[in-house]
């Protein structure tokens, strides 16, 4: 009997989370077959911990610039870095033309629609090839991040998604959420994942507009532990190595983009941060990750 009502609770949030995406889907320009699924991979890549608002006009930016896999692998990586701009985490943008260059070297420029090939590509992790598997493709297979596994937390089971890693049992969940049908099955993961980036959120889920709260367990059972975390609180900004090398990047990358072709005098460089033992060791990481390059006279620039 239980298991007929988890069954019956699954088709009305289906049905329901449908109609309101077809109501609701924010008009993103990678959405709805207008871009390339290498547009849709671009798209993936560029919001792993950043917001979609702020992705939109670096992903059109970038697109104009480079449309597919091999129009990337032929940028100069001074480029690449400059065009990442205030993404954060530039690294991904080192590894995005990495697989531009796997891409058009070995599979003809046309990115593969095979998950486990997807997969095998630089850069690309469990929840990336998923999701181009399902929203470029049109496969069925469970896209599970953060959102998706709130949201199935919260409505099928009641109980607050703590964050941290995918566990087996938020796995097997999603896996068993996900509709048979193929076209119902890429709509679901795209519902489920949009309801918990505008809705369904972690801190102040919107409940009285949720288009499912009527067969949400985790509402009719009073919201238990709304917010909890199971992550370590987030690091604060200001003073972090993160912020020093943002700086020394953003320094590099106003000197590309005005055109001059000297390195950055490191007497300048190190007038970006006080702490000079922390500027040294971030300059040295930057180094370390390919983002930047030391010259002989101990000036800076971006790679070439």
Not at 14 to 20: G, S
Not at 40 to 56: A, D, H, I, K
Not at 98 to 106: I, K, L, S, T, Y
Request: net charge positive; aromatic share 6%.
């Amino acid at each position: 009997m239980q298991e007929e009502h988890v069954d019956k609770t699954r088709e009305q949030v289906r049905a329901r989370l449908a109609a309101w995406w077809e109501a609701n889907a924010r008009d993103l320009p990678w959405r709805f077959g207008r871009t390339t699924p290498w547009g849709v991979l671009v798209s993936e890549v560029m919001s792993q911990q950043t917001q979609m608002s702020r992705v939109v006009p670096y992903w059109t930016d970038w697109m104009r610039t480079w449309p597919d896999a091999a129009a990337l692998a032929k940028a100069s990586t001074a480029e690449v870095i400059t065009a990442w701009g205030r993404l954060g985490y530039p690294r991904r943008a080192l590894r995005l033309q990495e697989c531009a260059r796997v891409v058009a070297d070995q599979y003809g420029n046309a990115l593969p629609d095979d998950h486990d090939t997807l997969l095998s590509l630089p850069g690309i992790g469990d929840y990336t090839a998923s999701a181009v598997s399902s929203f470029a493709f049109g496969r069925r297979v469970a896209v599970i991040d953060t959102n998706i596994r709130r949201v199935l937390s919260r409505v099928l089971l009641g109980v607050e998604s703590r964050g941290g890693s995918a566990t087996r049992a938020e796995r097997d969940l999603a896996n068993d959420a996900l509709p048979d049908d193929t076209a119902k099955s890429v709509i679901w993961n795209q519902s489920v994942m949009e309801l918990g980036a505008v809705v369904c959120t972690a801190k102040k889920p919107m409940c009285e507009v949720c288009p499912v709260s009527t067969c949400c367990a985790f509402l009719a059972a009073g919201r238990p532990g709304l917010g909890e975390r199971r992550t370590r609180p987030r690091q604060r900004f200001q003073g972090t190595d993160r912020q020093v090398r943002g700086i020394v990047l953003n320094a590099l990358r106003r000197r590309h983009d005005g055109g001059l072709t000297a390195g950055l005098p490191r007497a300048e460089a190190e007038s970006l941060w006080p702490d000079q033992g922390q500027l040294a060791a971030c300059i040295a990481s930057l180094d370390d990750d390919g983002l930047i390059e030391i010259n002989k006279d101990g000036s800076l620039s971006l790679p070439r």
